[in-house]
């Protein structure tokens, strides 16, 4: 057991284990901070940067997921620039690459879909990149529809460090930074895939999807993941 | 995890997927020889990458098989390095090739102007390479001759304070001679 | 092992002495690229002629400074340096100023230029304005000797340090001289060494950062090729400090030279035991191995550089955990750039109060900076920190040619920004140069004249941005997408108010939420160009000035 700090959060006053994150400490005090690359059970990558928030005498914004609390920090997780910055980034999302609810398998099942009416993104402002992406409907079980991708990695995160068969990978890099099986090829022709589904689990948007599931009817389950780790956590 | 992923490859539906590269090629062998040097470590796989591409120009796909086979490094973390990294190109070169250097000081002197009149002159975009293969452009994003500038270099070899129409005459004559 | 370096030193001053002049050809890589390799044989060859051998030595050196002037020749100890010297005319400079005494003055520097020119070229402004710590042996000695490195007093330094002093010694020393890390950021480099050692750890590293990205910089390139001992014996010194054994240059593969006269330089200190186990005869023992870039300017970030050199994707780690706590492979690691490691030696042997004597009080010491753009004498200089920028630009660097009018500078790169002409009386220092809404950064300092789009500038950073973003965080990846469209659409006039009003929307929230300090300053060209240069965007929108425009990108043709 660490040492007992005080913090402050959101101007409530809690005593916290030191070496915790931040997310962690909000999570457990029912402060709502979205996430989008953050899932229990995998590492911790810092890259989606919705759970940023404000540390009183820093002028600097601190990703929740990555940032251990420390003795007497003043947190604030929903000040209205926080807020903006969060809808911007959400729409930075959309803009992306060709997100279209009306027509998605992930329709009223999507972790982006959600989090957009909960940042209250209403519209997009800026230009929709339209990039051409391909869909690899090759494997037998589940498709991957890079106009659906948010290149969170937890598909490659999962497949890496939970599934061990490191058959996803990220290529290329800025914009161009595409998900890809082995050495760029079919999935369905990949010799490392498994055919396990946890990344189709994991994928919060319709980009990973099995072929089973038709709209309405998609259910995912990426909690299944941190229930995994801690079993076997238990085991070793 | 790497035994893991040993297994799977072990195990895996169509086993290693390509054929031997050609042992005898004394390419594969340096390749090989720089591997062993490195004791095959995962950490040396830009290392071997860049072995691989002085010894052929580029990254040949069938090369880099063999380099994640040998390294037992997983494909797409092999093939996420190598797109990573713009030095590397996974698509083979001309036989001459003209890198435009497009750092700060070519561009406010002029860089712009060379890739402008090599487009119109020889109908080259960076990134493209002739259809016969004799020539290639690229660009750079700084080679540090900023006192050159503008500065090209063709074929290992620095030009300074390149004019446009010139430079196209100093391609054309290249290609041309046929060496 | 003291002994030797003395007898080392003494065997190469006697042959020195034994030359009455000493012909000092630059071959850093500008000078190399317009002939200066040829035009070093045929100086031979012309000494040899003339019967010259006993008395004349022809040596090569690293960069010298005035880059676009050469090849460049510097007779010593007559303080005389010649221009654009080809190998044709190498005869012809030998016999009048070897053999006859005369300078050849059409061949003087800075001759083919508007300023003045200087018989003793120390009394140049370029050389005169300047003070070099960094550049000391900077085209003076021959990098690729060892024994020059030694004779010009190379190597006592680490030999004080593991021989007289204790390691919080040398820490306390170079916390004492001040210096900031050179790469950008100016953080405190005593204090980062001694938060790493600080950290127990059976093992530890030393990187040096040569990854030196930003396009229109070349001050890493120039003390790599110009003198690789003196970073080598920098790295040795901060090793034996925070309790590393194991170092790494990390190099970009653009810089052959640089990595081709660095492993010189280990192997041949490796064969003196200035490396490997038992250094100078001590207990203490280091190796350095060069790892070699492949074109990633995101690999200038300490955790994207550890990661390359674990041959991953040079994509950055959230900090904490810092490098001096969790680095390579785990371990504490002491991540600090070229020119930083070539400032340790001089502190070492002349102390920190020394040090910290030089330059402003927040800002100790001298900079390099690589002067280029529309600026005529374009090259390597090194100035104590606090000298202004118009000192730089038009007394040092002759000014802007072709008659036109001085409109910015450009510091920092794509993190930096840029500096209009009311404020050029600046003293060039950490802080003064933030204020303005730029960044010191590692020292390219690119001049524009009134010719230059600034749209266009924040265009061109924008497009370097997004093109090296790595891809991992939300607001760099797409953010700097987003920008460079906007930019892209406003330059060929195309752009609306509302579009102005997006990209500032935009900027500050890349910059505040991004992960590493590649997104958080990929805003800076952009911000600083609104702050500075607003009517020329405003002129490019349709609505104020129909059709304006200033023309296709590089990338996007």
Known sequence: ?236 | ?179 | MLGKLDEITARVRQRSQEYRLKLQVCCGAGCLSSGAGELLEELKRAVAAQGLEGEVGVVPTGCMGPCNQGPLVRVSPDDTMYEKVVAGEAAGLVECHCGRGEEVRAKLLFSGGEGPVCERASEHPFFRLQRRVALENCGVINPESLEDYIAAGGYRALYHALTGMSREEVIAEIKQSGLRGRGGAGYPTGLKWETVYKHVSAEKYVICNGDEGDPGAFMDRGILEGDPHRVLEGMAIAAYAVGARKGYLYVRAEYPLAIKRFELAIKNARAQHLLGSQVLGTEFQFEVEIRVGAGAFVCGEETALIASIEGRRGQPQPRPPYPAERGLWGKPTLINNVETFANIVPILIQGGEWYASIGTPKSAGTKAFALAGKINNTGLIEVPMGTTLRQIIFDIGGGVPDGKRFKAAQTGGPSGGCIPEEHLDVPVDFESVVKLGSIMGSGGLIVMDESSSMVDVARFFMEFCMDESCGKCVPCRVGTKQMYDLLHRICEGRGTESDLALLEELAPMVKETSLCGLGMTAPNPLLSTLRYFREEYLALIPRRAEGASVGPSAHQP
Not at chain 1, 50 to 63: A, D, W
Request: net charge positive.
């Open chain 1, 1 to 236: 057991m660490n040492e007992i700090v005080s913090i402050q959060l959101d101007g409530n006053e809690l005593k916290v284990e030191l070496g915790r994150t931040i997310l962690d400490v909000c999570r457990e005090a029912g402060v709502d901070l979205p996430v989008m690359c953050y899932l229990e059970g995998l590492s911790v990558v810092g890259a989606c940067r919705l759970c940023v928030v404000e540390i009183e005498g820093s002028p600097r914004l601190f990703p929740a997921c990555t940032t251990p609390v420390a003795a007497n920090q003043a947190i604030r997780t929903q000040t209205e620039k926080l807020k903006r910055y969060r809808r911007m980034i959400v729409e930075l999302f959309f803009a992306e690459r060709n997100h279209v609810c009306a027509v998605c398998v992930a329709n009223n099942a999507c972790e982006l879909q959600d989090l957009a009416r909960r940042v209250g993104m209403d519209h997009v402002r800026f230009p929709y990149l339209f990039p051409e992406c391909g869909v690899d409907a090759s494997h037998p079980h589940a498709v991957l529809d890079h106009n659906r991708c948010i290149l969170c990695t937890r598909c490659v995160r999962v497949c890496d460090e939970v599934e061990g068969a490191h058959t996803w990978d990220v290529m290329g890099r800025g914009h161009a930074s595409r998900v890809i099986a082995d050495f760029n090829e079919p999935w369905g022709s990949s010799t490392t895939c498994t055919s396990c589904g946890k990344c189709v689990q994991v994928c919060p948007t319709g980009a990973l999807w099995p072929k089973a599931a038709s709209m309405g009817n998609l259910r995912k389950e990426p909690g299944k993941i941190g229930e995994l780790v801690a079993k076997r956590k238990l085991n070793a």
């Open chain 2, 1 to 179: 995890m790497a035994r893991q992923y040993e297994m799977i490859m072990r195990h895996s539906r169509n086993s290693s997927g390509t054929a031997e590269p050609p042992r005898t090629d004394t390419r594969y062998k340096r390749i090989a020889a720089a591997m062993q040097k490195h004791q095959c470590r995962p950490d040396a796989l830009i290392e071997i990458l860049h072995k691989v591409q002085d010894a052929f120009g580029y990254l040949p796909m069938e090369a880099v098989r063999f380099v994640a086979r040998e390294m037992r490094v997983p494909p797409s973390r092999v093939y996420g390095v190598a797109t990573f990294y713009h030095f590397f190109s996974l698509k083979p070169k001309g036989k001459h090739n003209c890198v435009i250097c497009t750092g700060t000081a070519c561009h406010v002197r002029g860089a712009q102007a060379i890739v402008n009149e090599i487009q119109q002159q020889l109908g080259l975009r960076p990134g493209q390479t002739t259809a016969d293969g004799k020539l290639g452009v690229q660009i750079a994003r700084c080679i540090g001759c900023c006192g050159l500038a503008p500065a090209v270099v063709l074929d290992d070899q620095v030009l300074a304070k390149v004019k446009p129409g010139e430079m196209v005459e100093t391609l054309r004559a290249r290609v041309g001679g046929a060496r």
